[in-house]
């Protein structure tokens, strides 16, 4: 500290840290640091004048401390003198400049700190030199109050410890005078009246320690002068300033609070000032005014007299609010879109909202003000008994009245509690009600329990009150209304039933009026009850007072009073309003109950009224039409009194009196009512009306309801949906009484027809489709229910009759259970469900109504049924077909796996209620076993246990669960049942639920998989059928559908669902035979082929078709030939084509499974294939389609075998290979390449081919052939194939196709040329019979084989045949074919090899016939024919023994590819010819003179030089004369005819040489 002092150096500004460390040191070590402060202030003061503002509040802070710390010393040390000497003189010096200066700072924070510095420095400074610096102390605080809004605290601490030390003080009078308080007291007026602002829990803490200094002030001034402060605050009163009245009214609660008896005395004027206040409007001056007023009476200021008009205000402001609950509502209102059928909610503004939180908090305060007068303060009992009596009557005070029945119980309790008897004296207080009115009164305030708990309240009261009453009434309710309050004390607020709590206290009052036998007293309460109607505006209210008014006069007998009081009940009703007019009809039928007669002499007079008015009606219609909804309510209020006073009537009055009640003329009226609320009150009348007959024949009197089929019509027309009104809530509740009123009148005689039964169902099952946007309420389904039930139940009396209504009623229910709309379903599975429990009910008497819990003891076999006696008789239990139990279940299984789970449970149920009424009908004898009977008993309870374990679970495991349901009841069903189940599977599957639908998938695949193997093949082709329909109608789940298909080819007769597949292809071909989108058809083949079980199957089956289908319908195919296809006009045959495209689209859609069945089955696939080209040959010229379906086919099973040179044959130009007249040469290759990818299945698919070649059709054993001359080239070399294909082929070379001919020869000579020589004997002959084919094609084939066969083939299968192969080749050499012309000559120089022994002179005669030609062919145009005929000079060369000749054909130039001149070539050729074989000259001259005839000019050319040539060789002139004649004449005519120049030239040129030759020899 002392180190501290020493930085305090004189004439220096300390830092503002020393200064505040002082301070800090002063507040903790106050002991030690007042004996310092001197020291402190003589070196602070003289640097406070240089001090700047941003450290002034530091100091002000520091002198704050330093001055608390020396009072708190004084007051430890118990001194009261002020500091002396030098040190008073410090502290006025620095009280001066912390008045003068520093409290007018700009800095809002060094004011402040100045003023909490000054407030505690007044202490210390002395009494003189504070009362000189009074005048300006107090305004300089009074200034800073009025400046600093956010915290005045400190300033007003200061001006409290200010006042208290000029005004109270130890035998001293006060410093100032009351009147200079006037500043004072007027800016403490203005902050005495509480404001809590928005802020933190601080800011509030900070505002109410103001408040309280600011409440301290008042004190300290009453405390000096009492009497001043209470005329001044009495006259601010009276002022018009909002602010100071609540300033005023706070201060005097506090004071009356803190010190009551200063001014006990002069309480009246507080109460006459108080009165003044009570008529004004603000909320917070009344807030104020009632916490004044509770605190006068707890304090006593209050008297009976001068209390009544405040408690009267206290209660007024009790009844601001309905309810807290509407307005804390409101205080967190948010502003959300109303829905469609909703009124608009107004939100109230933010100023409107802050009112009534306002008038909240008002109310909150008078209630809690009275309750504590009445529980709390016994001085107050005596002005609030019986005053509050008085509080319950004003309606205006209604919403007060919990609260006054709370105060009027504890002040009864209190009284009790002393002994004292509950009692009014009338005669010493004024306008307290009577007990009749009291009961009037607080009966129809029981009305509303669930708003408040004034209904509890009221009964209290009515107990509390017993004295006041009548003894008789008192003993009743001593026993009813504990039961009373019973009933409220637990209200569930979403079950409660507003009409059941008024029949309680209906039935209380009638109980109460039947104990008192005072007539004069029962009118008195009438009349009580009838002033009510002044009061009530609520048409709920005034339903309830019609209603209390018809039970009072029930019990009175005085007819001229129920007559002017039925009058006046139907004067004061509102009969536009509904349930105004509801009560009326209802007093009515309560009134007619004792007085009928008169009720009905009303009614008809009130009728015959507006009867009078039926041209006015007419006209209003036409001119002001909204008049006519005033004559409706009157007609719709009629109406109900009518329905009443015959629901009410003794049955015995109501047979005499039905003429009356249903008028021919009144209900016409009734029945033009327009407004819907007055068709609600028709609709109440009839079905009151029917009710009535009903009750009638229950009571032994029964009648037919007159008139019923008109209101039936009427009824249905409001039935029917209205779309100008489609949004209508009015209109909803309109249809659900309808629907009521419906299944009443259904119930009376006489039975309805059926027209008239369809008319109303009709109408009826339009509600299912109402949408949830009009949130259509559960009663108008629960009516419909209940008319379907009763259509039911009026059905028949017989099971069967029952049966059947309830399957048609189903069969319409069904429609909507499948709906696509949740909420749609959800009605039809509920109403379904009731249906199905009422018909068991009516059944299966004593079965369980509502589902069977426990035990299921009622699920007991047929026998014990019996023995129990408690089965239906035979009448009305159905026989078990009747319920058809398949088709139900398969109709409820999609159900079972809604996205729904209240849906799910409800399905499940019905399930459960289907398969417990099979179970209780008896089976018939020998039916089933015991055994069997327990087995199906125990499978029912487990369906039931699994139905009651899923409520309310949502788990995801329906599938599950629906399987387990299937399990259960697969025991159940028998064949048949299972039979209609799986046919009905089409609507189950398509469910327009996709979740629901695959539930119901997985359904019929367990039915299958379990029943499957007893399906008879007629059911299971309907139901595949079924099944194909469902997936052609819904795409989207074809694959859950087509995997049911598969389960049902899988687990029954597989080929008759494959032959059902192929007839959907055969349907979808003829509808949509253009367009060919077969998508149905399509989606079925893929599936079934990519079964892992079934596809191998069904390929197999699908080839099965294609290889035995015929090209053309039977019925066509009998009619001709194809080649008679003009005069017959023939159709293909659909079942092939749907077999091709069945078998392209496994093919095309093959995955690994389809793949390797198609592996397994290749050569049979394959050769199918091969053998369709054939058959469709028939069909080109009527059509191309299937051969494009074929040529597809065949390419994409080349995909699927992965053989890309097998599609290429097809690929580019297919369809006109396949077309022409070779297209056995496309076969050929397809197979060939076939068995060249999978040589291992070339024998099997030989196998398959060769008996093809048996067949009927041409084309087909053509392609049988051309696809074994495509194997035959690679096919193993084993004795037993090619011995069997050889023996084949053999066989068909005699075929009568000619293509088949050419196939085979061609097959024999590929085998031949692949090595195998076993078999070229059969060859040869083969070969050597078809030599002389007439068909061209097939001589050319047997020719070009021969040379090959020939080369392998020994001498002793030749020889024998050399000379016929000669003969037959030497015609073939002429033919038109090159190849053919090649190829004999080929085969001449082959054959010459073998020309041996005796047979060689013979061959070489032929040869010398032949040789000419061979040379003429040398130069063929052909090259082939060129070569062939140089090969075979070369062959027979060696045979004809001429070295020159054998030279000539030897020569390089006679090779193939290199020039040769001809012209020199035949000169030697004939030179050397004529030379060695000059006696075969005419031989050779006639072979070139029938050359002369060949259609080939070159070969033309060629013998006419050759002959030229020749003859110019022969040197003998006899030989030359024989034949020149000829030959020149034949030249010449080739000279000058022949169109060739070649010809000309080379006949011209031969001419010349036979004339010199004739030269030579003549000379």
Same mark, same amino acid.
């Given at each position: 500290?002392?180190?501290?002092?020493?930085?305090?150096?004189?004439?220096?500004? !300390?830092?503002?840290?020393l200064?505040?460390?002082?301070?800090?040191f002063?507040?903790?070590?106050?002991?030690?640091?007042?004996?310092?402060?001197?020291?402190?202030?003589?070196?602070?003061?003289?640097?406070?004048?240089?001090?700047?503002?941003?450290?002034?509040?530091?100091?002000? *802070?520091a002198?704050?401390?330093?001055?608390?710390?020396?009072?708190q010393?004084?007051e430890?040390?118990?001194?009261?003198?002020?500091?002396?000497?030098?040190?008073?003189?410090?502290?006025?010096?620095?009280?001066?400049?912390?008045?003068?200066?520093?409290?007018?700072?700009?800095?809002?924070?060094v004011?402040?700190?100045?003023a909490?510095?000054?407030?505690?420095?007044?202490?210390?400074?002395?009494?003189?030199h504070?009362?000189?610096?009074?005048?300006?102390?107090?305004?300089?605080?009074?200034?800073?109050?009025?400046?600093?809004?956010?915290?005045?605290?400190?300033?007003?601490?200061?001006?409290h410890?200010?006042?208290?030390?000029?005004?109270?003080?130890?035998?001293?009078?006060?410093?100032?005078d009351?009147?200079?308080?006037?500043?004072?007291?007027?800016?403490?007026?203005?902050?005495?009246?509480?404001?809590?602002?928005?802020?933190?829990?601080?800011?509030?803490?900070?505002?109410?320690?103001?408040?309280?200094?600011?409440?301290?002030?008042?004190?300290?001034?009453?405390?000096?002068?009492?009497?001043?402060?209470?005329?001044?605050?009495?006259?601010?009163?009276?002022?018009? #300033? @909002?602010?100071?009245?609540?300033?005023?009214?706070?201060?005097?609660?506090?004071?009356?609070?803190?010190?009551?008896?200063?001014?006990?005395?002069r309480r009246g004027?507080?109460?006459?000032?108080?009165?003044?206040?009570?008529?004004?409007?603000?909320?917070?001056?009344?807030?104020?005014?009632?916490?004044?007023?509770?605190?006068?009476?707890?304090?006593?200021?209050?008297?009976?007299?001068?209390?009544?008009?405040? =408690?009267?205000?206290?209660?007024?402001?009790?009844?601001?609010?309905?309810?807290?609950?509407?307005?804390?509502?409101?205080?967190?209102?948010?502003?959300?879109?109303?829905?469609?059928?909703?009124?608009?909610?107004?939100?109230?503004a933010?100023?409107?909202?802050?009112?009534?939180?306002?008038?909240?908090?008002?109310?909150?305060?008078?209630?809690t003000?009275?309750?504590?007068?009445?529980g709390?303060?016994?001085?107050?009992?005596?002005?609030?008994?019986?005053?509050?009596?008085?509080?319950?009557?004003?309606? #205006?005070?209604?919403?007060?009245?919990?609260?006054?029945?709370?105060?009027?119980?504890?002040?009864?309790?209190?009284?009790?509690?002393?002994?004292?008897?509950?009692?009014?004296?009338?005669?010493?207080?004024? *306008? +307290?009600?009577e007990?009749? @009115?009291?009961?009037?009164?607080?009966?129809?305030?029981?009305?509303?329990?669930?708003?408040?708990?004034?209904?509890?309240?009221?009964?209290? +009261?009515?107990?509390?009150?017993g004295?006041?009453?009548?003894?008789a009434?008192?003993?009743?309710?001593?026993? @009813? +209304?504990?039961?009373?309050?019973?009933?409220?004390?637990?209200?569930?607020?979403?079950?409660?039933?507003?009409?059941?709590?008024?029949?309680?206290?209906?039935?209380?009052?009638?109980?109460?009026?039947?104990?008192?036998?005072?007539?004069?007293?029962?009118?008195?309460? &009438?009349?009580?009850?009838?002033?009510?109607?002044?009061?009530?505006?609520?048409?709920?209210?005034?339903?309830?007072?019609?209603?209390?008014?018809?039970?009072?006069?029930?019990?009175?007998?005085?007819?001229?009073?129920?007559?002017?009081?039925?009058?006046?009940?139907?004067?004061?009703?509102?009969?536009?309003?509904?349930?105004?007019?509801?009560?009326?009809?209802?007093?009515?039928?309560? %009134?007619?109950?004792?007085?009928?007669?008169?009720?009905?002499?009303?009614?008809?007079?009130?009728?015959?009224?507006?009867?009078?008015?039926?041209? $006015?009606?007419?006209?209003?219609?036409?001119?002001?039409?909204q008049?006519?909804?005033?004559?409706?309510?009157?007609?719709?209020?009629?109406?109900?009194?009518?329905?009443?006073?015959?629901?009410?009537?003794?049955?015995?009055?109501?047979?005499?009196r039905?003429?009356?009640?249903?008028?021919?003329?009144?209900?016409?009226?009734?029945?033009?009512?327009?407004?819907?609320?007055?068709?609600?009150?028709?609709?109440?009348?009839?079905n009151?009306?029917?009710?009535?007959?009903?009750?009638?024949?229950?009571?032994?009197?029964?009648?037919?309801?007159?008139?019923?089929?008109?209101?039936?019509?009427?009824?249905?027309?409001?039935?029917?949906?209205?779309?100008?009104?489609?949004?209508?809530?009015?209109?909803?509740?309109?249809?659900?009484?309808?629907?009521?009123?419906?299944?009443?009148? %259904?119930?009376?005689?006489?039975?309805?027809?059926s027209?008239?039964?369809?008319?109303?169902?009709?109408?009826?099952?339009?509600?299912?489709?109402?949408?949830?946007?009009?949130?259509?309420?559960?009663?108008?389904f629960?009516? $419909?229910?209940?008319?379907?039930?009763?259509?039911l139940?009026?059905?028949?009396?017989?099971?069967?009759s029952?049966?059947?209504?309830?399957?048609?009623?189903?069969?319409?229910?069904?429609?909507?259970?499948?709906?696509?709309?949740?909420?749609?379903?959800?009605?039809?599975?509920?109403?379904?469900?009731?249906?199905?429990?009422?018909?068991?009910?009516?059944?299966?008497?004593?079965?369980?109504y509502?589902g069977?819990?426990?035990?299921?003891?009622?699920?007991?076999?047929?026998?014990?049924?019996?023995?129990?006696?408690?089965?239906?008789?035979?009448?009305?239990? !159905?026989?078990?077909?009747?319920?058809?139990?398949?088709e139900?279940?398969?109709?409820?299984?999609?159900?079972?796996?809604?996205?729904?789970?209240?849906?799910?449970?409800l399905?499940?149920?019905?399930?459960?209620?289907?398969?417990?009424?099979?179970?209780?009908?008896?089976?018939?004898? &020998?039916?089933?076993?015991?055994?069997?009977s327990?087995?199906?008993?125990?499978?029912?309870?487990?369906?039931?246990?699994?139905?009651?374990?899923?409520?309310?679970?949502?788990?995801?495991? #329906?599938?599950?669960?629906?399987?387990?349901?299937?399990?259960a009841?697969?025991?159940?069903?028998?064949?048949?049942?299972?039979v209609?189940?799986?046919? &009905?599977?089409? =609507?189950?599957?398509?469910?327009?639920?996709?979740?629901?639908?695959?539930?119901?998938?997985?359904?019929?695949?367990?039915?299958?998989?379990?029943?499957?193997s007893?399906?008879?093949? &007629?059911?299971?082709?309907?139901?595949?059928?079924?099944?194909?329909?469902a997936?052609a109608?819904?795409?989207d789940?074809?694959q859950?559908?087509?995997?049911?298909?598969?389960?049902?080819?899988?687990?029954?007769?597989?080929?008759?669902?494959?032959?059902?597949?192929?007839?959907?292809?055969?349907?979808?071909?003829?509808?949509d035979?253009?367009?060919?989108?077969?998508?149905?058809?399509?989606?079925?083949?893929?599936?079934?082929?990519?079964?892992?079980?079934?596809?191998?199957?069904?390929?197999?089956?699908?080839?099965?078709?294609?290889?035995?289908?015929?090209?053309?319908?039977?019925?066509?195919?009998?009619?001709?030939?194809?080649?008679?296809?003009?005069?017959?006009?023939?159709?293909?045959?659909?079942? /092939?084509?749907?077999?091709?495209?069945?078998?392209?689209?496994?093919?095309?859609?093959?995955?690994?499974?389809?793949?390797?069945?198609?592996?397994?089955?290749?050569?049979r696939?394959?050769?199918?294939?091969?053998?369709?080209?054939?058959?469709?040959?028939?069909?080109i010229?009527?059509?191309?389609?299937?051969?494009?379906?074929?040529?597809?086919?065949?390419?994409?099973f080349?995909?699927?075998?992965?053989?890309?040179?097998?599609?290429k044959?097809?690929?580019?130009?297919?369809?006109?290979?396949?077309?022409?007249?070779?297209?056995?040469?496309?076969? @050929?290759?397809?197979?060939?390449n076939?068995?060249?990818?999978?040589?291992?299945?070339?024998?099997?698919?030989?196998t398959?081919?060769?008996?093809?070649?048996?067949?009927?059709?041409?084309?087909?054993?053509?392609?049988?052939?051309?696809?074994?001359?495509?194997?035959?080239?690679?096919?193993e070399?084993t004795?037993?194939?090619?011995?069997?294909?050889?023996?084949?082929?053999?066989?068909h070379?005699?075929?009568?196709?000619?293509?088949?001919?050419?196939?085979?020869v061609?097959?024999?000579?590929?085998?031949?040329?692949?090595?195998?020589?076993?078999?070229?004997?059969?060859?040869?002959?083969?070969?050597?019979?078809?030599?002389?084919?007439?068909?061209?094609?097939?001589?050319?084939?047997?020719?070009?084989?021969?040379?090959?066969?020939?080369?392998?083939? /020994?001498?002793?299968?030749?020889?024998?045949?050399?000379?016929?192969?000669?003969?037959r080749?030497?015609?073939?050499?002429?033919?038109?074919?090159?190849?053919?012309?090649?190829?004999?000559?080929?085969?001449?120089?082959s054959?010459?090899?073998?020309?041996?022994?005796?047979?060689?002179?013979?061959?070489?005669?032929?040869?010398?016939?032949?040789?000419?030609?061979?040379?003429?062919?040398v130069?063929?145009?052909?090259?082939?024919?060129?070569l062939?005929?140089?090969?075979?000079?070369?062959?027979?060369?060696p045979?004809?023994?001429?070295?020159?000749?054998?030279?000539?054909?030897?020569?390089?130039?006679f090779?193939?590819?290199r020039?040769?001149?001809?012209?020199?070539?035949?000169?030697?050729?004939?030179?050397?010819?004529?030379?060695?074989?000059?006696?075969?000259?005419?031989?050779?001259?006639?072979?070139?003179?029938?050359?002369?005839?060949?259609?080939?000019?070159?070969?033309?050319?060629?013998?006419?030089?050759?002959?030229?040539?020749l003859?110019?060789?022969?040197?003998?002139?006899?030989?030359?004369?024989?034949?020149?004649?000829?030959?020149?004449?034949?030249?010449?005519?080739?000279?000058?005819?022949?169109?060739?120049?070649?010809?000309?030239?080379?006949?011209?040129?031969?001419?010349?040489?036979?004339?010199?030759?004739? #030269?030579?020899?003549?000379?």
């Open positions: 500290m002392d180190e501290t002092f020493n930085q305090l150096a004189g004439g220096m500004v !300390p830092v503002v840290h200064v505040q460390t002082l301070a800090e002063a507040s903790s070590c106050g002991l030690q640091f007042a004996p310092r402060l001197k020291n402190v202030l003589s070196r602070v003061l003289p640097i406070l004048s240089n001090v700047t503002d941003n450290h002034r509040q530091a100091f002000a *802070n002198f704050t401390f330093w001055c608390d710390t020396v009072n010393c004084n430890v040390c118990l001194s009261n003198t002020s500091p002396e000497g030098d040190l008073q003189a410090l502290l006025q010096q620095a009280f001066e400049l912390l008045l003068n200066s520093w409290i007018k700072s700009p800095d809002s924070g004011r402040l700190a100045t909490e510095a000054l407030g505690k420095m007044v202490d210390l400074i002395s009494r003189k504070l009362i000189s610096a009074l005048p300006r102390l107090l305004p300089s605080i009074l200034a800073v109050c009025r400046k600093e809004k956010e915290n005045p605290l400190p300033a007003t601490t200061s001006l410890t200010v006042l208290s030390l000029i005004l109270v003080n130890d035998a001293r009078s006060p410093m100032i009351f009147l200079a308080l006037s500043p004072v007291l007027n800016m403490l007026l203005l902050k005495a009246y509480l404001t809590v602002k928005k802020g933190s829990n601080s800011a509030y803490s900070a505002q109410m320690k103001n408040h309280n200094e600011v409440l301290r002030c008042f004190v300290t001034i009453r405390e000096a002068y009492p009497s001043e402060i209470f005329d001044f605050l009495l006259h601010q009163l009276r002022t018009r #300033e @909002e602010y100071v009245q609540l300033g005023v009214l706070s201060v005097w609660k506090h004071l009356i609070f803190r010190q009551s008896e200063p001014w006990l005395n004027e507080i109460a006459e000032a108080v009165n003044y206040l009570l008529r004004k409007q603000d909320l917070k001056l009344k807030k104020s005014i009632a916490e004044l007023i509770v605190c006068m009476a707890s304090s006593g200021y209050l008297n009976k007299t001068t209390s009544e008009a405040c =408690i009267e205000f206290l209660v007024k402001q009790c009844a601001l609010a309905s309810t807290r609950k509407r307005l804390s509502e409101a205080s967190s209102a948010v502003p959300e879109k109303p829905k469609a059928t909703e009124m608009p909610v107004s939100i109230p933010k100023k409107e909202l802050g009112g009534q939180l306002r008038s909240l908090e008002l109310r909150r305060v008078c209630e003000g009275l309750l504590l007068l009445a709390t303060v016994p001085a107050a009992e005596v002005i609030l008994w019986p005053f509050l009596l008085k509080m319950l009557m004003p309606v #205006e005070y209604t919403a007060a009245l919990d609260t006054v029945c709370k105060c009027i119980t504890e002040v009864l309790k209190h009284k009790r509690s002393r002994g004292e008897k509950v009692s009014i004296d009338y005669s010493m207080t004024s *306008n +307290i009600p007990p009749e @009115e009291l009961f009037a009164r607080l009966l129809l305030l029981l009305q509303y329990p669930l708003d408040t708990e004034l209904a509890s309240r009221v009964l209290t +009261i009515l107990d509390d009150l004295p006041i009453f009548p003894t009434i008192v003993l009743l309710w001593e026993e @009813e +209304i504990p039961k009373l309050k019973a009933y409220i004390s637990n209200i569930d607020v979403a079950s409660w039933q507003q009409i059941v709590w008024e029949d309680m206290i209906i039935h209380l009052l009638s109980d109460a009026l039947g104990v008192v036998h005072d007539p004069e007293w029962i009118m008195s309460f &009438g009349n009580a009850l009838a002033t009510h109607y002044n009061l009530y505006d609520d048409n709920q209210q005034i339903s309830l007072l019609h209603r209390c008014m018809g039970t009072v006069l029930q019990k009175t007998d005085n007819e001229v009073y129920v007559q002017r009081m039925i009058t006046l009940m139907y004067q004061r009703s509102d009969v536009s309003n509904k349930i105004n007019r509801g009560g009326l009809a209802t007093a009515m039928g309560l %009134v007619a109950s004792a007085h009928l007669d008169t009720v009905l002499a009303k009614l008809r007079r009130i009728l015959d009224n507006h009867k009078r008015n039926g041209f $006015l009606r007419f006209v209003l219609h036409f001119v002001k039409p008049k006519i909804r005033a004559v409706d309510n009157v007609f719709a209020t009629l109406a109900l009194m009518y329905g009443y006073t015959a629901s009410y009537a003794p049955s015995s009055g109501i047979e005499a039905i003429e009356i009640l249903v008028g021919s003329d009144m209900l016409k009226g009734f029945l033009k009512v327009k407004a819907q609320a007055s068709k609600q009150a028709v609709l109440s009348a009839i009151l009306l029917g009710q009535a007959v009903i009750k009638a024949a229950k009571n032994g009197t029964v009648f037919p309801l007159k008139k019923r089929d008109i209101m039936l019509n009427y009824i249905i027309s409001l039935m029917e949906k209205d779309e100008k009104n489609s949004l209508d809530i009015e209109l909803q509740h309109t249809q659900e009484m309808a629907l009521d009123a419906c299944a009443t009148l %259904v119930s009376v005689n006489p039975k309805l027809t027209k008239m039964r369809d008319s109303v169902l009709q109408a009826a099952f339009g509600f299912f489709t109402l949408p949830m946007s009009l949130a259509v309420s559960d009663t108008l629960t009516n $419909l229910t209940r008319f379907l039930c009763t259509i139940l009026t059905s028949g009396d017989d099971g069967k029952r049966a059947m209504q309830l399957q048609f009623l189903l069969k319409r229910l069904d429609e909507f259970a499948s709906s696509s709309m949740e909420y749609e379903r959800e009605r039809a599975v509920r109403t379904v469900l009731a249906l199905l429990q009422y018909y068991r009910a009516l059944c299966f008497p004593g079965s369980c509502v069977c819990t426990g035990s299921y003891m009622h699920l007991r076999s047929s026998s014990d049924t019996d023995q129990s006696g408690g089965a239906a008789g035979p009448a009305l239990l !159905p026989p078990r077909e009747a319920l058809r139990l398949g139900r279940i398969v109709a409820f299984l999609p159900r079972c796996t809604d996205v729904s789970p209240v849906i799910r449970i399905a499940g149920q019905i399930i459960t209620i289907l398969c417990n009424m099979v179970m209780l009908i008896p089976d018939p004898a &020998g039916a089933k076993s015991t055994d069997d327990i087995e199906l008993s125990l499978a029912i309870t487990a369906l039931q246990d699994l139905t009651d374990s899923t409520k309310g679970k949502t788990d995801g495991s #329906e599938v599950n669960v629906l399987q387990r349901v299937v399990d009841v697969l025991n159940l069903l028998n064949y048949t049942e299972v209609a189940a799986l046919k &009905g599977c089409k =609507i189950a599957v398509c469910d327009k639920v996709l979740q629901s639908a695959q539930g119901a998938m997985s359904a019929l695949t367990q039915i299958i998989y379990s029943r499957g007893q399906l008879r093949e &007629g059911d299971i082709c309907k139901i595949a059928r079924n099944l194909f329909e997936a109608i819904d795409c789940r074809h859950g559908i087509l995997a049911v298909v598969c389960s049902l080819a899988e687990h029954s007769v597989a080929k008759v669902v494959f032959s059902e597949i192929i007839t959907a292809g055969e349907i979808e071909l003829v509808d035979l253009d367009k060919r989108k077969l998508c149905r058809f399509e989606k079925i083949i893929l599936a079934i082929s990519h079964h892992e079980k079934l596809s191998l199957i069904f390929l197999e089956y699908v080839v099965d078709i294609l290889d035995h289908a015929p090209v053309f319908k039977e019925d066509d195919a009998e009619k001709g030939n194809i080649s008679d296809h003009l005069t017959f006009p023939m159709s293909l045959c659909q079942r /092939s084509q749907a077999a091709t495209l069945a078998l392209q689209e496994i093919l095309r859609g093959a995955n690994d499974t389809v793949k390797q069945a198609v592996n397994q089955c290749y050569p696939v394959l050769c199918c294939l091969l053998l369709r080209i054939g058959s469709i040959q028939e069909s010229s009527i059509d191309m389609q299937p051969l494009r379906d074929m040529i597809t086919t065949i390419h994409v080349s995909e699927t075998v992965e053989n890309d040179d097998m599609g044959v097809l690929f580019t130009d297919g369809e006109q290979r396949l077309s022409g007249e070779r297209w056995t040469e496309a076969v @050929e290759e397809v197979a060939s076939s068995a060249r990818e999978k040589p291992e299945e070339v024998t099997n698919m030989c398959l081919l060769w008996p093809a070649l048996e067949r009927q059709h041409d084309c087909q054993r053509a392609a049988a052939a051309a696809a074994l001359s495509g194997l035959v080239q690679h096919c070399n004795s037993i194939l090619l011995g069997s294909l050889v023996e084949a082929l053999t066989a070379t005699s075929d009568e196709s000619s293509t088949v001919r050419l196939l085979c061609r097959s024999l000579v590929q085998m031949i040329k692949r090595g195998v020589t076993a078999f070229v004997p059969e060859a040869l002959n083969v070969i050597v019979a078809l030599l002389e084919d007439k068909e061209d094609e097939v001589a050319n084939a047997a020719v070009c084989g021969l040379s090959p066969v020939i080369q392998v083939a /020994s001498a002793e299968v030749v020889y024998p045949m050399l000379l016929n192969l000669c003969l080749l030497s015609i073939l050499q002429t033919r038109h074919l090159e190849s053919t012309r090649a190829a004999a000559f080929e085969a001449l120089g054959v010459s090899k073998f020309a041996t022994g005796v047979q060689l002179g013979t061959f070489m005669e032929q040869i010398h016939k032949i040789l000419p030609r061979l040379v003429f062919h130069n063929d145009e052909a090259p082939s024919v060129s062939a005929c140089k090969n075979a000079l070369r062959s027979i060369s045979l004809l023994h001429a070295q020159d000749i054998r030279a000539l054909v030897n020569l390089r130039t090779e193939f590819g020039s040769m001149e001809y012209d020199d070539f035949v000169k030697e050729f004939v030179k050397h010819l004529v030379l060695q074989f000059r006696d075969k000259v005419d031989i050779y001259v006639s072979c070139a003179i029938q050359a002369f005839e060949s259609p080939w000019p070159v070969i033309q050319a060629n013998s006419a030089y050759f002959v030229g040539c003859l110019s060789r022969v040197r003998d002139a006899v030989s030359v004369a024989h034949y020149v004649p000829q030959v020149s004449n034949l030249l010449m005519k080739m000279t000058t005819s022949s169109p060739s120049a070649l010809v000309r030239a080379k006949s011209t040129l031969a001419l010349s040489q036979i004339m010199n030759e004739m #030269e030579v020899l003549n000379t």
